[in-house]
């Protein structure tokens, strides 16, 4: 597999978040949860994730949330049905490297500040949720 320059240079400016997301990731396995590898992404699921994740502030909890190249669910089937929203995710990670969180924070600040909603009036959000929907339907979890 041959990596272009700029692709190398993309996964190296998201890397600082990529690290974080190996971390947990690590934890998840050691407290039973699984991995795998899918179109350059390192995909965490299992163990502590799912409280952890069951624990984030939007409405019933993130199924999933992506860390510059690594992606976290609570299991195998969120990942499943997240894939394409998280895609959009590190696309925004390779754009803004080590700036995303704190700028997807600050948006989602503003947008709580000015009436809207912290999470699905994030315009990070709103270019993931038009380009890959999630659909929540077949979560019994989420319903
Ligand atoms: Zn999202």
């Not at 699984?34 to 350059?40: A, D, T």
């Not at 089937?77 to 700036?99: M, S, T």
Request: net charge positive; hydrophobic share 40%.
């Amino acid at each position: 597999m041959r990596i272009s320059a700029k692709k190398m240079l993309a996964i190296v400016w998201a890397s600082p978040w990529s690290c974080l997301g190996l971390l947990l990731g690590l934890i998840a396995i050691l407290t039973g949860g699984g991995l795998q590898w899918r179109h350059g992404v390192l995909e965490f699921h299992g163990g502590i994730l799912r409280p952890l994740l069951q624990r984030v502030p939007i409405l019933g909890g993130a199924s999933a949330v992506t860390l510059g190249h690594t992606t976290l669910g609570r299991n195998l089937h969120d990942l499943q049905r997240c894939k394409d929203h998280e895609c959009v995710h590190v696309a925004q990670y390779e754009r803004w490297g080590p700036l995303f969180v704190p700028v997807y924070f600050l948006c989602s600040l503003w947008a709580w500040l000015t009436g809207r909603r912290a999470y699905r009036d994030n315009p990070f959000e709103r270019e993931a949720y038009t380009k890959a929907p999630v659909h929540y339907h077949d979560d019994p979890s989420l319903s």
